[in-house]
């Protein structure tokens, strides 16, 4: 089953100490007078508290961010119990429980700390002007015994809310499966030595795991089964195209050009396209992957997608439509980082080639591949000499500035001379202004660059190939380039400023931040 990011929750389990006093005194620690001291007014207090508590968290955690289950009521008495079963009955809780949120206040903040020793999983109280001086004492006190507690403190309920959303990012990681079509090895294409030349490491830093399927078995199946089995599976039942999947595809290609605003590919490589497409989805959905990976020269320079007249790229842009990662060239680093935006955003996400634009001294702009701006966009670029990226690839999608309805776009083909590989185009001169956030994990998983950008105007819309580019600016070119040199080429980018989430999830990992 292929399950998205935006599908995840967190599970959240709220539990609520209290105290009942067992008879009528005053002293220190309890004031008031009349029926404030009697037996049973304190029964009456927490049913209160509880009430507020209920509705808080029903009022303040999104129910897109977490499901919130069922209170768990703790009580103590005044002889200071230390009951077994209140840990009997939490430890039932934490196979299938992602974060708690505890309700304490004076004389129950020791069964905090213990629940943090003793669990292991991570929580917080109630925000500090909930519990006054609870939060900054169990923090201090779990700190002090420096076993590594996972103890959150939160001012306001806003603060904690942010965070569940960031370690509900942090749950998507851990839960992606990412399908990898090798040709020649596991680790690396020939044009992306930049990729996860260890997978088991970066399965170690980030949580995401990896499921294979041999390429050469993966386009036999983007056609009808053949007597026998197909070429490389002789005699296998295998997941081949079906008459259903067909009558699908052709339903999907008429549906893709008839809302394009252009159309220049011819509808039966737009089928072929979406043959591997289906194809994909299928393998996906068997191996319950939610993203999707293939070397693209490696695949090339078997000569079988020049054969068989299609490319992977229309592919990549409809699973990245879907809120799916999706990358070119086996770049494992760039779907890990596609699912990470995805999981802290909610917006779909571009990926591709990422480098600085740069003018050589004779004042003519050097950097490859500009030849697609619009004329009376080039003075763009000198306005904003010295900060501009390019970021370039076949692989748009129309829902960047709404994840759940497509903006305008046209179709192209990428094949230059025979006029295969349907490919998505969108205009990115649309978008001029628009902030974004670009990211990318190291190839080891250690690192996370994370940079801000603004986009200063399109590239390569109306061209072919291996083209539609954003080209946008940063703060300062030069530092983004030493530090993109520490995680590679392949940069993943989404509408909106999501630097701080971002950062806060790769801390939340344990690894090192870069930010630029």
């Excluded at 929750?9 to 001291?37: D, I, S, T, W």
């Excluded at 992602?98 to 943090?116: K, N, P, Q, R, T």
């Excluded at 072929?272 to 194809?279: A, G, I, R, V």
């Excluded at 080891?444 to 819309?461: D, E, P, Q, S, Y």
């Amino acid at each position: 089953m292929i399950i998205k990011a935006d599908e995840v929750r967190l599970n959240v389990q709220p539990v609520f100490l209290e105290m009942e006093h067992l008879y009528k005194y005053e002293g220190p620690c309890r004031v008031g007078q009349g029926e404030a001291l009697e037996v049973g007014f304190d029964a009456i207090r927490n049913a209160e508290w509880l009430k507020a508590f209920r509705q808080k968290l029903a009022d303040n955690v999104p129910a897109e961010v977490a499901d919130v289950r069922d209170i768990i009521r703790i009580k103590r008495t005044d002889n200071w119990d230390q009951d077994e079963q209140w840990w009997e009955q939490l430890q039932a809780t934490t196979a299938d429980t992602d974060f708690y949120i505890i309700h304490s206040f004076l004389g129950l903040d020791d069964i905090a700390v213990e629940f943090g020793e003793r669990i292991g999983k991570p929580f917080s109280l109630e925000p500090e002007y909930e519990n006054p001086c609870s939060t900054t004492s169990v923090a201090a006190a779990l700190n002090a015994r420096d076993r590594g507690y996972e103890f959150y403190g939160f001012r306001t309920w806003g603060e904690l809310v942010w965070r569940l959303r960031i370690l509900r990012a942090r749950k998507v990681l851990q839960n992606t499966r990412i399908l990898m079509a090798p040709r020649n090895g596991a680790a690396l294409s020939f044009s992306g030595v930049d990729g996860a030349f260890d997978t088991e490491e970066l399965t170690h830093n980030t949580g995401c795991r990896f499921r294979y399927i041999s390429i050469h078995e993966l386009l036999d199946q983007a056609s009808p089964a053949l007597p026998g089995g197909n070429h490389t599976t002789p005699g296998r039942d295998t997941w081949d195209i079906t008459d259903e999947d067909l009558a699908e595809i052709e339903a999907a290609a008429d549906d893709l050009i008839s809302r394009a605003e252009e159309v220049e590919v011819d509808r039966r490589y737009v089928v072929n396209s979406l043959k591997f497409f289906k194809t994909v989805r299928k393998h996906m959905d068997r191996l319950d992957c939610c993203g999707f990976t293939a070397p693209c020269p490696d695949s090339c320079s078997t000569r079988r997608l020049n054969e068989e007249q299609f490319t992977f790229c229309l592919a990549h842009s409809l699973n990245m439509r879907d809120g799916l990662p999706s990358a070119c060239e086996y770049d494992a680093c760039s779907v890990v980082t596609q699912q990470a935006l995805i999981a802290v955003s909610g917006q779909r996400c571009f990926m591709g080639n990422t480098m600085p634009v740069v003018k050589e001294a004779d004042g003519e702009w050097a950097t490859f591949g500009l030849g697609g701006i619009e004329d009376e966009d080039m003075p763009l670029l000198d306005e904003h000499e010295g900060h501009l990226y390019m970021m370039v690839h076949s692989v748009p999608n129309p829902r960047m500035n709404d994840p759940l309805e497509d903006g305008p776009y046209s179709l192209r083909h990428f094949a230059e001379e025979q006029g295969f590989g349907a490919v998505y185009r969108y205009d990115f001169n649309r978008d001029k202004g628009k902030a974004i956030t670009v990211a990318r994990f190291s190839p080891n998983g250690r690192k996370l660059l994370v940079a801000r950008g603004t986009i200063v105007c399109g590239n390569g819309f109306r061209q072919h190939s291996c083209n539609t580019a954003i080209v946008f600016s940063v703060a300062d070119q030069g530092d983004l380039f030493e530090k993109q040199m520490q995680v590679g080429n392949h940069l993943a980018c989404v509408y909106g400023d999501y630097l701080e989430e971002m950062a806060a999830l790769g801390k939340s990992l344990g690894i090192e931040v870069i930010t630029a």
